[in-house]
């Protein structure tokens, strides 16, 4: 069975912490992604990687930064958390390479910042 | 951004009826998908269509393309209680894979 496991469900930062969160693939795919969803936003790309070491921005990369060293594992990091970036975030990988395909999605984690 | 948009954002049916969703973008893909998700749950997806392909069926899922107008639809046949949830289509890039989701439709199927 296909598998994206993010390392939290649910994280609680203060203002200024640097966060970390992880996600970890077990399907071998090459392109990986973050996105955050808000109410009435839907998801919203905050970056993404097709191979290991390359990354792109998304649509809202400011306050963010990425980091792939592994091919399974896609880390997001917020430099300075702000109470701007609670929300809940989702990590996907995906198939077919520069063409992209089906993307499979971890369960989340709502991260507030306080 | 190369967010599109979904119409409606919210819609309620009976159970039995036809479920429809709009999809536009704004600009050349490579792929449209769409994509499932229970409150509070993770996305699943349901159904890819190519750029080079005009309809597509799963189920009782109905998926239409219109390059020309950049816009597509999913059609739920015969709804259940259980079809209840918010559906986002996906816009994909031959830029490594890009995958670009619109807000989403939540749809409520009655019982």
């Known amino acids: 069975d296909v598998k994206v496991t993010q390392s939290s469900r649910y994280l609680v930062k203060r203002t200024g912490e640097k966060v970390f969160l992880e996600c970890v693939q077990d399907?071998?795919?090459?392109?990986m992604f973050w996105y955050r969803q808000d109410p009435g936003l839907g998801l919203r790309l905050i970056y993404f990687?097709?191979?290991?070491?390359?990354?792109e921005k998304g649509d809202i990369p400011e306050g963010y930064s990425v980091s792939r060293e592994k091919k399974e594992r896609f880390s997001l990091i917020l430099e300075s958390a702000s109470t701007n970036q609670t929300s809940m975030y989702l990590c996907?990988?995906?198939?077919?390479?520069?063409?992209?395909?089906?993307?499979?999605f971890g369960q989340g984690t709502r991260l507030t910042v306080v | 951004s190369q967010q599109g948009e979904e119409d409606p954002q919210a819609l309620s049916i009976q159970e039995g009826e036809n479920a429809t969703m709009n999809c536009s973008y704004k600009?050349?893909?490579?792929?449209l998908q769409w994509y499932r998700q229970n409150s509070g749950r993770g996305l699943v997806h349901l159904i890819l269509?190519?750029?080079?392909?005009r309809e597509k069926h799963s189920g009782r899922l109905r998926v239409t393309l219109d390059t020309s107008k950049k816009s597509s639809s999913l059609l739920i046949t015969a709804s259940r209680a259980a079809d209840t949830a918010s559906y986002f289509c996906?816009?994909?890039?031959?830029?490594?894979?890009?995958?670009?989701f619109g807000q989403g439709t939540e749809l409520s199927v009655k019982p």
């Open positions: 269509i190519r750029s080079n392909e």
């Open positions: 399907m071998d795919h090459e392109n």
């Open positions: 600009t050349s893909i490579n792929n």
């Open positions: 990687s097709y191979d290991v070491k390359m990354k």
């Open positions: 996907a990988s995906s198939t077919g390479g520069g063409a992209g395909g089906e993307a499979f």
């Open positions: 996906a816009t994909g890039y031959n830029q490594g894979g890009k995958l670009i």
